[in-house]
């Protein structure tokens, strides 16, 4: 629960294959939490996410449930839902993937509108913008597969960055007489 916002953010870009090219937010409840970077200013309902922790999104929602939004042209907007929360595994590197179920949109689609175009189009051959689609995306792309390696690879990468390094103690200067 001490996940910071910052941090979250990371885990779903990785988690959707997203390159973070676009802002974010986290609104839960009558309280909103981004960066300051958005132009908006931070107040009595939008928060710097920096410092900010999954718990305080939670207790200011209420509940175990909060939205983020991503890429407010294509207003990716999802509810998320913390179905359970467990002590963490010794051993265990976080974030760590535990399901996944068919593959997330690709970043700059156009929102879910452009997304349901995007899979007709890529599923007909036919269709009259299928080849500079699967141009566009860079080969051919099926919804039905997670691509669950590589989210457990980014997952990784985040584990990697974020494990605690040890710090080696300062050497300390010796006086010359």
Known sequence: MDLRLDRLHQVVQAAMGWT???????????????????????GDNFHSEKGATLQDLLDAGGGKAFHYIYDFGDDWDHEVRVERITEAEPGATYPRLLKAERRC?????????????????????AHEEHEELLEWHGGPFDPQDAKPE?????FAKLAKRWAATP???????????
């Open 105 to 125: 949109p690709p970043e700059d689609v156009g929102g879910p509108w452009g997304y349901a175009h995007f899979l007709k189009a890529m599923a007909d051959p």
């Open 167 to 177: 710090r080696t103690p300062k050497a300390t200067p010796k006086t010359v007489h």
């Open 20 to 42: 973070n090219s676009h802002l974010h937010e986290f609104r839960a409840g009558r309280s909103t939490w981004g960066t300051s970077g958005m132009g908006g200013p931070i």
């Open 150 to 154: 590589r989210i457990a690879q980014d």
